[in-house]
């Protein structure tokens, strides 16, 4: 995909935002705390509480400057490394039961067209679950594209959509930290990678 006056504007009249993309804003989402700073290392937290939007990509050269960075416990491409807060659980673990419908809601600041899914993960396998191993909403191509964005025409389900919890994950998901519901983006022409993770349980039935 070509490069266009769109995609390069707004980096350069944002700086503050030159790096800062996308995360889910409802429900509460992951961030970065002190399980992230003991697994990452505090410049990747740091990095990350500055801008919660940001792409992976640009974490692993950081992290391997930091002493305290834990390529194995961090995880960055789970979650972008984002750990499991004990300390927020009461407020940030989300209780549902099989076939809930859940409302999500996401928040764009730049665009770059690509391919975006939203799938149910175990956290110790690192490997999607449910419904077969299925994502439970995914968008193909076309998912933030520069020309809808700027110009007020992004559809709506791109950013305000339903999931449904999926009704065969067993006892997989009853322990808080166990399971994320991760929203997962590729922009394709920025060749950058985003992440955002709503810690979840769901009890066995």
């Not at 764009?108 to 939203?118: E, F, K, S, W």
Request: with cysteine; glycine share 10%.
């Amino acid at each position: 995909m070509r490069t266009t006056a769109a995609d390069i504007l707004p980096t350069l009249l944002l700086p503050g935002l030159a790096i800062g993309h996308g995360l889910i804003s409802s429900p509460p989402s992951r961030s970065p705390g002190a399980a992230t700073a003991r697994a990452c290392g505090q410049r990747i937290a740091d990095e990350i509480r500055g801008d919660p939007t940001s792409h992976v990509e640009g974490l692993p050269e950081l992290g391997a400057s930091d002493p305290d960075y834990d390529a194995a416990a961090c995880r960055l491409w789970l979650c972008k490394g984002l750990q499991f807060e004990p300390d927020d659980a009461a407020t940030n673990v989300q209780t549902y039961r099989p076939g809930q419908e859940v409302d999500v809601k996401v928040r764009l600041t730049i665009p770059h067209a690509g391919r975006a899914n939203v799938s149910v993960v175990d956290t110790t396998a690192d490997a999607v679950i449910g419904d077969g191993g299925a994502p439970l909403i995914s968008w193909p191509s076309g998912y933030a594209d520069e020309r809808q964005f700027y110009s007020g025409q992004t559809p709506r389900n791109q950013t305000d959509f339903t999931i449904t919890i999926p009704e065969d994950l067993g006892g997989r998901c009853a322990e808080p930290g166990a399971c994320v519901i991760q929203w997962w983006w590729y922009g394709e022409g920025a060749k950058q990678t985003y992440e955002s993770c709503i810690d979840f349980t769901v009890a066995e039935t």
